[in-house]
Structures are given as structure tokens and as C-alpha cells.
């Protein structure tokens, strides 16, 4: 687990040891590891050093200000799905050029806004949204650049809710489109086409589909430069898994050797935009234990962090990897790590093997830097827990948890 580590019985982040980063701040939250973000980003901007190319974070995976502000100071760029995401990559400095807007369902508002900001590209998802750019462009008498996103029927692998590039999911443009989608673009003198994007699915554990789709795209690419327009841009999205259990999965440079002699034949500009790959393992969720309840011959260890912290293991019947912060790590009970949500599906681990705890005692999830905080929720009127980062043997609260006051700030009671 890059940035976190054990040290003298405890888990460390960097050279803070957990348990003092939760005396200071409380449970649950969410540690991050600067360095260890750095140093992942850094593994995929090498692997493509080679080609002129922009790693695009991406922000859906870990939103976090300071963590987007450190990758932006390394040279990346954001990719962006909403008006939001596109307000905090620019609040943490990424550069407007840099930025990629995704997403099947921007609004007038948010296109309007990204024109305004100058960002590098839309990633157009579908032919009502070139039509829809290139209006709001036209009124604001500016060129929208856009990357058009084909869905190319490859099977990435993974999970059925984070497939997205199979014909049946709602992503991208149809191959067999293809002909309108370019009567349409010719049609629109507000967009630039330039670019084309696939991105197929996540926590990809195979290189196989990545190449499958790269050279789809190849081909296509060849084909529209045929047809007159000039793609000098091949955007292959994110998708690169990591490690949450033992999976193996493929190196930066694996990927790349199957994805950059395509490049290099279309003599093409690369983005990318990794999401998990970079935070995923950078992150940790601490919680306490409330209680260990037993119940008939089942142990449950109650935490006080749930599914409005990590929603993954009850969304996608994810695991996480948990271990208690001090203390020997020899497994000695089967226990079910549950939440204090009122929702069956509100567990972190069922039927594990965790060495004993006591009420008090603190755990870390794992592989929580990414899909975690972001998809955070205030159910069961939970605040947000604190974000920390952390950086050698510093370490800061990156966002505060919220308050009971924070919960009903927008609210007005109707009285
Ligand atoms: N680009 C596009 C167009 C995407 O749809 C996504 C993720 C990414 C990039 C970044 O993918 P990554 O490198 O992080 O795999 N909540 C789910 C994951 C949803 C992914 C959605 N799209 C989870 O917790 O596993």
C-alpha cells in the first residue's frame, strides 16, 4: 500500500503514525498520502514519456483541493464531469487548457461555464451534445474544441457497474453513428473536432482490452483523418486497477507498451485520465469500534464510520482490506465489520478474519483514497468526515468534518 506502512506494530501514513493522526482529529476520517499520490501519478507520466501526452486526473476518483493542487503542480490536468468539478480543478490550479470535460449530461450552464474558462476539451458523448456545444458556442462567439467519445464494444473485464465501454451502456457514441456524427460536426461551425476518446471501463486488472480499444480507436482515427478532419488528439481515458485484495494488476509500462506504438503510428497527442490508479492505494478510512456485539455465534465489530464513508463494499459488493492501526495483525476471529447506518447493506466486511478488538480500538480500510469521501453522503444525518494529508512526518487537515450546524445551514423551516 503506497504511503502507508507498518512500523513498529503501528500503521504509519508516510512517518505519522494513524493513531495519532485520529487522536487529533477523530473518527471516522480520511487520510491521504501526498507522496504517494505524487509518486503514482509520476509512474504513468513516465510510462508515456515518450509521446507528447497530458495525464488528466481524475477528479470523480478524489477531489480533494490539496491533493488536486499536487498533481497540478507535477503537470496534470483534470478530467472534469460536472460544473463543480470543473470549479475545484481551477480553485487548485490546474491550468484551463487542461481540462477535460466528460460526462453524458452537461447542461447548457456548464458548457457555457467551460467556454468561459477556456478548458482543453469537451468530451462529447453523444449527437444532441454536439449540437447543444455548438450553440451555446456560437451565442458566446467562441469555437468549442471537442473530442468526440465512440463506445468501442470491448469488453473491459470488471465490474457490470463501472463497464462503460460496451455498446449497451449509456457512454459514448455508437461506432455505427459514425456517418452522422460527421454531418453533423460539419453541420456545426462552433466545434472543432480534433479529438477522439474511448474509455471502456475501471479497476481494469488486463491490458488486453486497453489495446483492444487503442486499436479501434487507430483505425477510426485513420478513417476520419480520410474523411477530412484533422484528429491530432487520442484520449484513452482511465480505467488502470490497483490492488485491493491480492489482484495483480498490469504496471503503467505495460499499458503503455500496447498503447504507444499506436500513438506513435498516428503520430497523435495522448491524454489520459486515471482516477483510481493515482488515489486509490493513496488513501485510508480510520474508524473506531463502538462495540463489539456478539450475536448468537456471530461477532460483529460496530464502527463508527459506514456506507456514508465508503459506500463500495455495499454498492459493488467491494472489499477493502482492513487492519487495526496498533497491535498484533494475527487474524484470530471471524467477524463482521458493520456500520452504524440503519441499512442491512451498511458493512464493511462480512466473514473475516480480523484479529480481536475491543471497543476503542481503531481500524484503517484500505484502498480508500479512491470512490470513498467523493462518494461520501450525509445519510442518517452523518457529517462529512475530516480529510488529512499527509507529507513525510507532517501532516494537516485538508477538509474539516462537518458539523451538526453544517447539516441544516440551507435549510428553512416552513413554519
Ligand atoms: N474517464 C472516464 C470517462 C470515466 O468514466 C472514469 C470513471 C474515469 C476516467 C476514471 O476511471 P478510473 O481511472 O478511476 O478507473 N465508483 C466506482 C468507479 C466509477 C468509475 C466511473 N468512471 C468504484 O468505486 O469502483
Known sequence: MHGFHLKNNRWHSDGVPLSRIAEKVGTPCYVYSLPAFESQFGEIDRAYRSVP????YSLKANGNLSVIRALARLGSGADVVSGGELFKARKAGVP???????????TDDE??????????YFNVESIPEIKAINEVARKMKKIAPIAIRFNPDVDPHTHHYITTGKK???????????????????ECRSVRWTAVHAHIGSQMTQTGPVGMAARVVEKLVLRLRREGFAIHTVNLGGGYGIDYRGEKPPKASQYARLVLPVIQRLNATLILE????????????????????????????????????LIRPSLYDAYHRIAPALGPQKPVKTVDVVGPICESGDFFAKNRKLPLARRGDLLVVFSAGAYGSVMGSTYNARPLPPEVVVRGTRFQVARQRQTWQDLVRLEKIWS
Open 53 to 56: 501526452h497530458l495525464v488528466a
Open 96 to 106: 484551463a487548457e487542461k481540462v477535460i470535460f466528460a460526462g453524458v449530461g452537461k
Open 111 to 120: 458548457i457555457a461555464y467551460a467556454l468561459k474558462e477556456g478548458i482543453g
Open 168 to 186: 449497451e451502456t449509456k457512454f459514448g457514441v455508437y461506432l455505427g453513428d459514425l456517418e452522422l456524427v460527421m454531418k453533423t460536426v460539419r
Open 274 to 309: 486515471p482516477g483510481r490508479f493515482i488515489s486509490g492505494n493513496s488513501g485510508v478510512l480510520l474508524m473506531r469500534v463502538i462495540y463489539v456485539k456478539q450475536s448468537g455465534s456471530k461477532t460483529f465489530y460496530i464502527v463508527d464510520a459506514g456506507m456514508s464513508e
